[in-house]
């Protein structure tokens, strides 16, 4: 535990600058007075790459790596092409710190809304492997815009990528009540990687034998998202499948407006990196309409990471009582939750 | 229309024996005297693979290519390795009669239960391409079960793949009232195809003005396909994401008990096949449990390819109308809802 936090802050774009700036205000309400917080801002994002053609420069990139943590808002802007951002900035990133452990916890908290009947009881988090599969880049176009144009997307999986991750699911299996960890993947079509990812499962699987297994090809998980979500304590599973079961995983368990994530680089070799699930919403976005829960969240997971166990438990039970409430109040704008909250984990 | 019908029928295995035979009930029940109705029973599945470690060869091929069209139950065997019967049977079927057009519709009937609250209406059909993406089987390992060891999966698009199905959406999108497209892809992060989809989509869009098109990324549509499935018209997407939407939209609209498909190839060069979505459900074969709905509404798809519309309609009729006095009934047999159907059809 760091008795003081050097942390990197990206607003990004659209609504990313308004929940950043109410996930700042209740980290410093939750530390002690004898933990320093020292924040600098970094203008990445859209407006810089409107501005400079720059998505994340080599300096950058330095610069970064001097912070014990990132808190990134979202990027992204109808006015720049899709990939370039996704790809220039937030995977780069990804992919340079070696966030390889992309963790989503999914909680259905009381009086928080869900598009599923009846209420079910959902606690489960999803390690999403964050340097591999079909993230990579790899693959290309040629005959580009012919009749005759053939592109391709290759996964790319190692044994080194998907060790890691899954001992890293155990260890967090093996540490919650239930102690279950479930694969998700396609091993049935995508044979070659799906080999790999379920012999290292099932050869790790035997140094945790207090931790129950199962495997569920990708599709029929997103069955059972809706149909039983309480069946998943842990779930481990690809860069891709990950990317799409956990946004399934948001929408039942309270919408992405409480949905955080952290990406995690476990050696601490680099800064890892915590961020809303949601996007920039340009269509809402300079309004104060944006729920800042999920940043919220995600400054939990920060602190959790840097070890303040204890601020981080305070942030997510100020969330809980704060959303435990919400049905009685009349629709508060973004500052408004944002105070709300850091009043709470001050008090 | 065809004045005979000469189908093969692969019962397949676990319960695709039992909703099978209630497929055939409805489809002999729905056509009328003057068509001929011709069957060839195939013993593909985890029996033959058992016996003679044969999944298809090309013997079988040849035969199957003589008939109409393929009715199909289900294939797989917990006792058959992941993936040998998937590649070696079913894969290998898609891709050797070119079924490009994987037809997916998906509605949710008056009186039939489903996970989201309230109710809401869903009445979309995928159209998932059937014979590229990552489903090719292109990749491979090296190192294999070492810690070294890398595994590769290749999406292969092409131009000539993507625009046929593309073509076939904008078609059935046009058919429709609503006259609504959707792609769906993860354009901002699979660039190389995602751009290839993109830009025909874009291109064919404008031969069709009356058609509104609008584009979600996969992880996205999970999201609307909970909180607002009403918003989907006709959906077209990639193989792999195409499974996996497909799953959430069975879970979403009653279920996979009710999930009807085709693997269609529009210009007839081969036989088109039609099997439920749900698999082989060892847990409830030979019991009598399994819902045949799906393959009785399969029986409808392959109709209405076939050319008779009129029959077609009347099993979907026959099969809302069953549906909707379900709740009142005492839980009915397999045999006793296909008696109910082909009552109901032949009435
Ligand atoms: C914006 C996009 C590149 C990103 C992803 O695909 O990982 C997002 O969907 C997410 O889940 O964080
Ligand atoms: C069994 C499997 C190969 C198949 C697929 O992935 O296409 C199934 O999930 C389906 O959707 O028809």
Redesign the pocket.
Known sequence: MSRSINLAVIPGDGIGQEVVAEGLKVLSAVLPQDVKLETQEYDFGARRYHATGETLTDADLDALKQHDAILLGA??DPGVPSGVL??GF??KL?FAFDHHV?LRPSKLLPGVATPLAGQPEIDFVVVREGTEGP?TGNGGTIRKGTAHEVATEVSVNTAFGVERVVRDAFARAQARPRKKLTLVHKNNVLTFAGHLWTNIFNKVAEEYPDVTTDYIHVDAATIYLVTDPGRFDVIVTD??F??II??LAAAVSGGIGVAA?GNINPSREFPSMF?P?H?SAPDIAGQGKADPTATVLSVALLLRHLGHEAEAARIEDAVSADLAERGDLPARSTSDIGDALAARVAG
Do not use: A, H, Q
């Open positions: 990027i992204g996704e790809r937030l995977l990804r992309n993230y860069n891709l990950g990317d956990t946004d994530s961020e699930v996007g």
